[in-house]
């Protein structure tokens, strides 16, 4: 059984910054890797941030320049710094686990962000 919990989540100024935590636990290889979702209420879910095994990371263009993502693997851990946050950041952040030939796919429960003008 393999779960992916987030937390960080909450109310944030036009401006200003959060960090977001996805912890993987349970029967998982320790350096997966992870992927960071949001889903506005009316829109699509997009992908943001990855970052893969060797710590390569990809950004949505929306978001390059003031979100950084980055893993703790000591912890099993992935971070989503987000600086300048606007208020279309304001969504539900989901945090993936891709499948891979090694792992399952699994998703966390997510945590909603928002940011107010």
């Known amino acids: 059984q393999v779960q992916v919990t987030e937390s960080g989540g909450g109310l944030v100024q036009v401006g200003g910054s959060l960090r977001l935590s996805c912890a993987a636990s349970?029967?998982?290889?320790?350096?997966?890797?992870m992927v960071w979702h949001r889903q506005a209420p009316g829109k699509k879910r997009e992908l943001v941030a990855s970052i893969n095994n060797e710590g390569i990371t990809y950004y949505a263009d929306s978001v390059k320049g003031r979100f950084t993502i980055s893993r703790d693997d000591d912890k099993n851990t992935v971070y989503l710094q987000m600086h300048n946050m606007r208020p279309n950041d304001t969504a539900v952040y989901y945090c993936q686990i891709p499948p891979t030939p090694f792992n399952g796919e699994f998703w966390g429960q997510g945590t909603q962000v928002t940011v107010s003008s």
């Open positions: 349970g029967r998982i290889f320790t350096g997966v890797g």
